[in-house]
């Protein structure tokens, strides 16, 4: 798989563990920034890297700040980013095989460098299930798109599950 990653300043440390992990699996991942410790802000690489796998130069990404949560919200105002803030693998491997996640985040504060990596293993090396799952996927796709109403989009839309 070929991968984007990023972060801020408070999350360069693990970011770099995370790489090093990631390529011992084999995958291919590219630091999209930032480079220095310099204090910098959480939406700059959050878009940098939602619009680099929403564009599909990668396949999936991954993005580290204080807690994960900020740069996932950034993350998730891109267009086709399913971004999931995890602390732990459970929902990890759920928001892959339920909500196609296309980008992983979590919080260099809040979990350690061994967890995050049993996190980014269940991530990578669970698959998408579809089925009865792509209807709710699209829905959010339809929520996406500015001013479809959920409500309206669901009377064409035939309810079996
Ligand atoms: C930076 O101080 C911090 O706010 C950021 O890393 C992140 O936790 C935001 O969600």
């Known amino acids: 798989m070929r991968l984007a990653i990023g972060c801020d300043h408070v999350a360069l440390d693990l970011k770099k563990e995370i790489i090093e992990y990631v390529e011992s699996l084999g995958h291919e991942i590219e630091d999209l920034g930032p480079f220095t410790d310099e204090r910098t802000d959480y939406p700059i690489y959050g878009q940098k890297v939602a619009k680099a796998v929403a564009n599909k ?26 971004a999931v803030c995890c602390s732990e693998p459970y929902s990890a491997k759920l928001s892959r095989q339920h909500n196609d996640s ?13 967890l995050a990596k049993m996190i980014v293993k269940e991530w990578l090396d669970a698959e998408y299930e579809g089925g009865r799952h ?9 929520i996406e798109a500015e001013g479809q109403d959920l409500e309206a989009y669901l009377k064409d839309v035939k309810i079996n599950c």
């Open 57 to 82: 130069e990668y396949d999936r990404g991954i993005l580290i700040c204080g807690t994960g949560v900020g740069i996932s919200i950034a993350a998730n105002k891109v267009k086709g980013i399913r």
């Open 134 to 142: 792509q209807r709710r996927v699209d829905m959010l796709a339809e």
């Open 102 to 114: 296309n980008i992983l985040a979590f919080g260099a504060r809040v979990i350690g460098p061994e």
